[in-house]
């Protein structure tokens, strides 16, 4: 599943392509796809606004259009926003075109249609419910060590299932709770509140480190993720526990162990994280 990393490499490659144009035409090829407004006046509605911002929350891409509307964008599991010439192939499992007034088309295609797009104001999406309240941005400057420490106090909770609350920090998935955990050493099972505050701020300053190495990287293609243009990222291949069950921790030799933790595998070593 696309991850902050990804979704960050998606929008800073679209804004300056995106910005300043405007949606002359749209077709929604599997409506169901659109959870608001009703697939129709999603269609009616996104026709004729000029895009004026291209941004990123957690894992959700906001397009700012006219009048405060926001095209909003989750990846889910397998999606893929791309830009391409309206003139090319159109593949399969492509569900939404939108077509641009310099001839090219964004394209949204997700084979396992996890994904989903809304269409409103911040407010009547939030009020909707159809975009969550989200915790800070991990990598944001303001949030620092200490806000994450308040955050954790008395929670007993493993750090593992916290990481993944998009409530609690906005965009860490399973590929980057296991490496910050990793990076941290600190076992994904452990009871955040039972962190002191140097453990915390030493998992703050792994979190941030393994999100922004990876959006160096232009993300991780370990599943179906690719950007924009339909390449694949390069964090994949340096990626220390995530995917590497069973292979040998980097630092101490010893095979890495898989468990299960709030319903997701969690790769972890048992002799580097405590
Ligand atoms: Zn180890």
Known sequence: M????????IVADLRPHLIGRTVVRAELRFPSIVRHPE???FVDSITGLRIEAVGRRGKFILV???GARLLVVHLGMSGQLRLVDSAAEITNHTHVMLDLDDGRQLRYRDPRRFGRLLLGTEEELLTSGTLPKLGPEPIDPSFDAEELYKRFRRRRASLKSLLLDQAMVAGVGNIYADESLHRAKLRPDRAAGSLSRKSVRRLHESMRDSLELAIKNRGSSVDTYRDAWGE??????KLLVYGRAGEPCFTCGRPLSIVRIAGRSTVFCRRCQR
Do not use: F, I, K, R
């Open 232 to 237: 694949t990222g390069n964090q994949q291949e």
């Open 2 to 9: 696309p991850e902050l990393p990804e979704v960050e490499t």
């Open 39 to 41: 697939p129709e006046m």
């Open 64 to 66: 700012a259009l006219d």
